[in-house]
């Protein structure tokens, strides 16, 4: 999990199919390969064994799967999950941090409470972090700039903005291929962009 750092939240943004779950599921292999489990929070239906097979995960047993239904469950999960952690488990993700929230749509009178339901599975997931040491991920959704502007906003706002010290963008360029932009960096230089391909190990380097 080189670049991905330890004790903070790491949050990986973009459209569909740029490859933040496979990027999860690439975590989850180097740390059992570390000889530590992993937990994935899957709130998109994503977490696929197959796919590690096809990576090479054998012992696929040593990744405990949340699969919460909604927002409410999704904070029920983490709480247990707080609960359960120990110096076994190297890598936690959740898979999307948002999805679930956004299908509570945008009623006014609502609003307030999701966010502070947001903030406080931030909390949550920053405490699990910090006080286990170990790298953290949540992926999250982007909607259009309402302004005109051809750039992708990520979901959440200065809620998801605040918790994550890394940021990562993940994106599609007029050639169909896939960009990594680092948008947040605690001492490495941001707006650097490597370029990658998708294939049964994972992610690919493809900037030469």
Same mark, same amino acid.
């Given at each position: 999990?080189?670049?991905?750092?330890?004790?903070?939240?790491?949050?990986?943004?973009?459209?569909?199919?740029?490859?933040?779950?496979?990027?999860?599921?690439?975590?989850?292999?180097?740390?059992?390969?570390?000889?530590?489990?992993?937990? $994935? &929070?899957?709130?998109?239906?994503?977490? =696929?064994?197959? +796919? !590690?097979?096809?990576?090479?995960? %054998?012992?696929?047993? /040593?990744?405990?799967?949340?699969?919460?239904?909604?927002?409410?469950?999704?904070?029920?999960?983490?709480?247990?999950?707080?609960?359960?952690?120990?110096?076994?488990?190297? $890598? &936690?993700?959740?898979?999307?941090?948002? =999805?679930?929230? +956004? !299908?509570?749509?945008?009623?006014? %009178?609502?609003?307030? /409470?999701?966010?502070?339901?947001?903030?406080?599975?931030?909390?949550?997931?920053?405490?699990?972090?910090?006080?286990?040491?170990?790298?953290?991920?949540?992926?999250?959704?982007?909607?259009?700039?309402?302004?005109?502007?051809?750039?992708?906003?990520?979901?959440?706002?200065?809620?998801?903005?605040?918790?994550?010290?890394?940021?990562?963008?993940?994106?599609?360029?007029?050639?169909?291929?896939?960009?990594?932009?680092?948008?947040?960096?605690?001492?490495?230089?941001?707006?650097?962009?490597?370029?990658?391909?998708?294939?049964?190990?994972?992610?690919?380097?493809?900037?030469?």
């Amino acid at each position: 999990m080189d670049g991905v750092p330890e004790g903070v939240i790491t949050q990986v943004y973009g459209e569909h199919a740029t490859g933040k779950t496979t990027l999860c599921l690439m975590c989850c292999k180097y740390s059992l390969l570390r000889g530590k489990k992993s937990i $994935f &929070v899957d709130t998109e239906g994503g977490f =696929s064994p197959k +796919r !590690l097979s096809l990576m090479g995960v %054998k012992n696929l047993e /040593e990744i405990i799967v949340f699969q919460p239904r909604d927002f409410a469950a999704q904070e029920e999960s983490l709480v247990k999950l707080e609960r359960i952690m120990s110096t076994r488990i190297g $890598f &936690v993700c959740v898979d999307s941090l948002v =999805s679930l929230y +956004r !299908l509570e749509g945008y009623d006014h %009178k609502k609003r307030t /409470e999701l966010a502070r339901q947001l903030g406080n599975d931030l909390l949550i997931l920053s405490r699990i972090a910090r006080d286990f040491n170990i790298p953290l991920v949540i992926t999250n959704q982007v909607y259009d700039d309402v302004t005109g502007g051809k750039e992708k906003i990520p979901v959440g706002g200065d809620v998801l903005k605040y918790w994550s010290k890394l940021i990562v963008k993940l994106e599609k360029d007029e050639q169909i291929k896939r960009k990594a932009t680092l948008v947040r960096h605690p001492y490495k230089k941001e707006g650097e962009s490597v370029f990658y391909d998708i294939g049964d190990p994972g992610i690919i380097d493809a900037s030469f």
